[in-house]
Each structure stands twice: as C-alpha cells, then as structure tokens.
C-alpha cells in the first residue's frame, strides 16, 4: 500500500479512521479515541497520520500516511494564507495549527485494509454506539447545519462513511489535482463534488458546536450521536469559550479518560 505504513496488521473489516497531522490534533484524537472506547465497539480504532511523534501514546492502530502527491501549482493554491485570502472563514476562527493542504490526507483512508470505514475528524466526540453507521452506504455525510436552515444542503466532511478501494483512491488523485483546481473548503468541497448524491446523515450524527448558542431548538442530548467542534478547538483560548463551555467541559471529560452522564448535561437555551 504505497504512501500508508501501518503499525500493525488489522483485527476487524471495519474501522473509526481519524486523521492527524500535528500535535494539537493528536489531542484532539486522545478524547475522541476515548470516546469511542466507552461505546464499547468492536470496530478498530486508527489513526493516519504524518510523521507526528505525539500519537505514539494514543490507543489505536496507527498507520503513518504521506501528503498527497500533488503539484506544485495545486500546493501553492491550497496553502494556508492563499487559500484563506480566496475563501477566508468569516462564521468562526480557524486555529492557527490549521493547514489546509493537510486535510487532503483523508482520502488516504481508500487505501486502508478494511472493507467499511468511518471517518472522525479528530476534533469530534462519540457520545453513543454508533456501529450502525458501517451498515451504511457510501457516501454518507451529514448537513453541515450550523447557523440556518440554509446550510442544509452543503455537506460537512467531519464525519462520513466510506468504502476503501484502490481504485476509488486512483481516480480521486486524477480528479483532483486538475488544471486549476481549488477546492474552495479543501476536501469538504471536493467530497462534495466527488459525490454529488451523497447520502444525508442525520444532524445528530454530526452535531456542530454552534447549533448549541446559533440554533438552540435543534439540540437534543438524547438524540446526538456525534459532537463536532469545528472552527475553535475545546483546548484553545477562544473568545466563544464562554458561550461553548459545557460542551468544552464535555471534551475534558472525555481528554481525563472520564465517562460523563450525559442525562447531567444542561440544556440549551438561546
């Protein structure tokens, strides 16, 4: 499997697949990978990763993964502060450890040896089992509803099904990197693409950490599956701190290795 060096062999067909490409998002992947322990799946847990020595403590398989062999010009338009100043984020802050050209690294999964795969980006959190999920086809993503009714017709790449396959894997590379390509949302926007008639996901298997102050009415702790901090990470200082803190306090549970009660959590409120 060229470009991917997994650690160890396999122990199931299925797997939680998460991506980290720098120290901050090992982090993240701590809590995540703790939270998916306490649903008590059978599924593997893995890590892909570039060469980052702070996921070496983390309990999961680890498979080492390059970038992307992608061109110059590509490269070039997918860097952080040229991307930013063609599509810059104006609905939340980007942390500073975030790379654009890195999130590309996620169609690495198609390589894995498993037959169904769930991807978490490494700043979510499984409340629930959520196993069902490998049942599903591909491709099977959630709205990304965070602000309006508007946004439900644009998808959120945080959390997906997939089915490896060297050949999917083949074709995304040729697909990708066209005669000037850019991907407006990096590999939000070419999954998108790649699949126009993606298959919808309930919110709750993808809940945004803004639906929690932006859209009070739609959050339900009875009902979510998966929680999503996208923008700020519940490790950073960030001026929406305040208003998020239950959901970061959530995620320290979760950092310490702590099983919280979610029937304790408070509800949301506008």
């Known amino acids: 499997m060229e470009g991917i060096y997994p650690d160890r062999p396999a122990t199931s067909s299925r797997a939680f697949v998460t991506l980290v490409t720098n120290a901050d998002y090992a982090l993240g992947a701590k809590a995540l990978i703790n939270s998916i322990r306490a649903t008590a799946t059978s599924a593997d847990i893995v890590v892909l990763h570039t060469d980052v020595a702070e996921v070496q403590g983390l309990d999961a398989r680890l498979v080492r993964c390059d970038l992307l062999p992608t061109s110059d010009a590509f490269n070039l338009a997918h860097a952080r502060d040229a991307l930013h100043a063609r599509a810059a984020f104006t609905k939340g802050g980007k942390p500073p450890f975030h790379t654009p050209l890195d999130n590309f690294a996620k169609l690495r999964l198609w390589q894995l040896d498993y037959e169904r795969v769930v991807f978490l980006d490494a700043d979510t959190l499984v409340?629930?089992?959520?196993?069902?999920?490998?049942?599903?086809?591909?491709?099977?993503?959630?709205?990304?509803?965070?602000?309006?009714?508007?946004?439900?017709?644009?998808?959120?790449?945080?959390?997906?099904?997939?089915?490896?396959?060297?050949m999917t894997f083949d074709n995304m590379l040729t697909r990708l990197d066209m005669p000037g390509a850019f991907w407006r949302r990096t590999d939000q926007t070419f999954l998108e693409t790649y699949f126009p008639d993606w298959h919808g996901l309930p919110i709750f298997c993808n809940m945004l950490q803004y639906v929690w102050f932006a859209m009070p009415e739609l959050w339900s702790w009875d009902d979510i599956r998966i929680l999503h901090f996208q923008y700020e990470k519940p490790w950073q200082e960030h001026d929406k701190a305040d208003m998020l803190r239950p959901l970061i306090d959530l995620?320290?549970?979760?950092?310490?290795?702590?099983?919280?009660?979610?029937?304790?959590?408070?509800?949301s409120s506008p």
Do not use: I
């Open 127 to 166: 409340l629930r089992n959520v196993d069902k999920l490998f049942d599903y086809p591909e491709f099977c993503a959630a709205p990304n509803v965070y602000e309006s009714v508007a946004d439900f017709h644009r998808m959120n790449s945080g959390v997906f099904t997939a089915r490896p396959s060297t």
């Open 251 to 267: 995620w320290r549970m979760y950092e310490r290795g702590e099983v919280p009660d979610l029937s304790r959590m408070p509800p």
